[in-house]
């Protein structure tokens, strides 16, 4: 799962990129930063448990690519630098950034509020919007180019409706596309369409506290999921070991650290689940959406699973920590062959036949 982070200058974004991944990215470097980009594991009880069962030369969890793009600037810094961009070549910087954000799968956006002096509620109105503009000039775009073209009526309709919601301010996550549609739009990438969760990144004094009522109103309103947590707090508790890591969040009352809170919301917020495979080799979780057809799974694996998938041997973790076994599962009748069309269950574990 790929989540790009995006916040104005001075909100905490490259703090809490440290506090997700571990790292230690530079921080305040301004307008001029780069993308950093860093990896963290999904931590799984269920892939320790199996890991400790087959003792595998290998075990790999499933992991979160954080990508913390540069600062974004305010209204009236984006329309006075418009000009300037141009007239530098600066377009193809943020026409390559703007390329980088459509890539990932959800946004964060972090929003300052910590201080009292700024308005959390106004940023994430603030990017939002531009989200909506990035994508208007998309649509424009393609607009023009298709009245050129002939024989794509059907996107040409498609892609008015969306300029018709964007021309209002609105996202594209307040249309429902049906499948076909879906398959037409899946190359542009919009921003407004991907999933989104705010972090309000709060002082210190509210690190394990939840959201105040009236923020939790504005996102209601917006559809969009949030989370509080401290950045300075968390970036200092995700550099400690795991020994006086613990003890630190108890002291500061805090059940889990952040980078658990924010996979768990952005699990729910995509509709995501895990499935494993387990043997000598490799125990090993792989991320897949909710109601992801078997074959589809098989692909998440190699691509020539995909393509010569026979059948899945599947067995509900439940079902394997109770027996023990795949062979006792199987003499319980809690081992299933299962065809291409199968929905895969979050905590199968499948074993896939095709032909190579």
């Given at each position: ?24 990215a ?87 509020a ?16 531009e ?7 998309v ?22 409706s ?36 705010a ?26 999921a ?30 889990e ?9 952005s ?25 992801t ?16 998938f026979?059948?899945?041997e ?31 269950q979050?905590?199968?574990?499948i ?6």
């Amino acid at each position: 799962m790929k989540v790009g982070l995006i916040g104005r200058q001075g909100s905490g974004k490259t703090t809490i990129f440290n506090a997700l991944t571990g790292l230690n990215a530079g921080l305040g470097q301004g307008e001029k930063a780069e993308s950093h980009i860093g990896v963290t594991k999904v931590p799984d009880a269920r892939v320790d448990r199996l890991s400790a069962i087959f003792q595998p030369q290998k075990t790999t969890y499933a992991e979160i690519r954080f990508t913390d793009f540069p600062a974004s600037q305010s209204q009236e810094k984006l329309k006075a630098n418009a000009a300037l961009r141009q007239a530098q070549g600066g377009e193809h910087s943020r026409t390559t950034l703007l390329a980088q954000m459509r890539d990932v799968d959800a946004m964060a956006l972090v929003l300052g509020a910590f201080d009292g002096s700024s308005d959390p509620i106004k940023e994430l109105r603030d990017l939002l919007t531009e989200m909506i503009l990035a994508d208007l000039a998309v649509v424009e775009n393609r607009l023009a180019r298709l009245k050129k073209e002939q024989g794509k009526e059907r996107e040409g309709d498609v892609l008015a409706s969306c300029l018709k919601t964007l021309e209002n301010e609105e996202s594209l996550r307040n249309i429902v596309f049906t499948p076909d549609e879906e398959t037409l739009l899946a190359g542009f990438g919009f921003l407004s369409r991907k999933a989104v969760i705010a972090l309000f990144n709060v002082g210190e004094d509210g690190a394990g506290k939840e959201l105040p009522d009236s923020y939790r109103e504005e996102l209601r309103k917006l559809q969009i999921a949030g989370l509080a947590l401290s950045a300075k707090v968390e970036m200092e508790v995700a550099q400690l070991n795991e020994k006086d890591r613990q003890a630190f969040l108890n002291e500061l009352g805090i059940s889990e650290p952040a980078r658990d809170r924010f996979i768990r919301a952005s699990y729910g917020l995509l509709d995501l689940i895990s499935f494993f495979t387990t043997g000598e080799d490799e125990v090993k979780a792989w991320t897949i959406k909710q109601g992801t057809s078997a074959r589809k799974a098989a692909g998440k694996i190699h691509s020539d699973i995909e393509r010569g998938f026979i059948r899945a041997e599947v067995a509900a973790y439940d079902d394997f920590i109770r027996y023990g076994s795949e062979a006792k599962c199987r003499e319980a009748g809690r081992l299933r062959l299962e065809g291409k069309d199968y929905p895969v269950q979050d905590g199968d574990i499948i074993h896939f036949r095709f032909n190579a």
